[in-house]
C-alpha cells in the first residue's frame, strides 16, 4: 500500500493535540464537567495514533481500527462542540480532519484482481526472499 504522508501527520497531529488538551482540561477548576471529554481525548489520541501506526507500517488491519477511530473521533468532535474555549475549538476541527484521514484509508483502493475475501492465489510478491527449498527438505 503506498501511503500518503498527509493522513499520517493528520493522525498523529490530531493525538498529540488531544493529548495536550485532556492534559489542559484536568487542570480546571470544574474538572467535573470536563471527564467525559477528557476520556474522549485520551481515546481518540490513543486510536489515532495507532491507526497511524498500522498504517504507516501497511497492516492488513488498518481499515478495521480506522472504521473505529472515525467512530471515536465523532464522539471526541460532538463533545468538543459542547465546550465553549479555544482548545475544543481546535479539537473538533482537528477530529474533523482525522476523520476525513480515516475515511481516505478506508477508502483506498485494492490491487484490482484481487479477491482478499476469497484469494484463488497468494500473490508471489508475499513470498519474495523467502527459499522454501530448506523448509522442504529439512
Known amino acids: 500500500m503506498n501511503w500518503k504522508k498527509t ?6 497531529g490530531c493525538a498529540a493535540l488531544c493529548d495536550e488538551v ?10 467535573e464537567n470536563y471527564y467525559r ?7 481518540c489520541a490513543d486510536l489515532c495514533r ?5 498504517y504507516v507500517r501497511g497492516s492488513e488491519n488498518t481499515r478495521l481500527l480506522a472504521q ?14 459542547t465546550i465553549s474555549s479555544e482548545d475544543a475549538r481546535r479539537v473538533f476541527a482537528m477530529c474533523q ?10 477508502g483506498m483502493d ?3 484482481g484481487l479477491d482478499t475475501v476469497h484469494p484463488k492465489t497468494t500473490p508471489s ?8 527449498r530448506e523448509t522442504l527438505y529439512n
Do not use: H, W
Not at 485532556?22 to 474538572?31: E, G, K, M, N, V
Not at 473505529?68 to 462542540?81: G, S, W
Not at 480532519?97 to 478506508?106: D, F, K, M, P, V
Open 110 to 112: 485494492q490491487p484490482e
Open 50 to 54: 495507532q491507526v497511524a501506526m498500522l
Open 7 to 12: 493522513i499520517y501527520d493528520s493522525l498523529t
Open 68 to 81: 473505529t477511530c472515525i467512530e471515536v473521533c465523532e464522539k471526541c468532535a460532538d463533545e468538543a462542540a
Open 97 to 106: 480532519q482525522a476523520i476525513r484521514s480515516c475515511i481516505g484509508i478506508l
Open 22 to 31: 485532556a492534559t489542559i482540561s484536568s487542570r480546571q477548576p470544574d474538572i
Open 37 to 43: 471529554f477528557i476520556f474522549l481525548n485520551l481515546d
Open 125 to 132: 510478491s508475499l513470498f519474495y526472499g523467502i527459499d522454501l
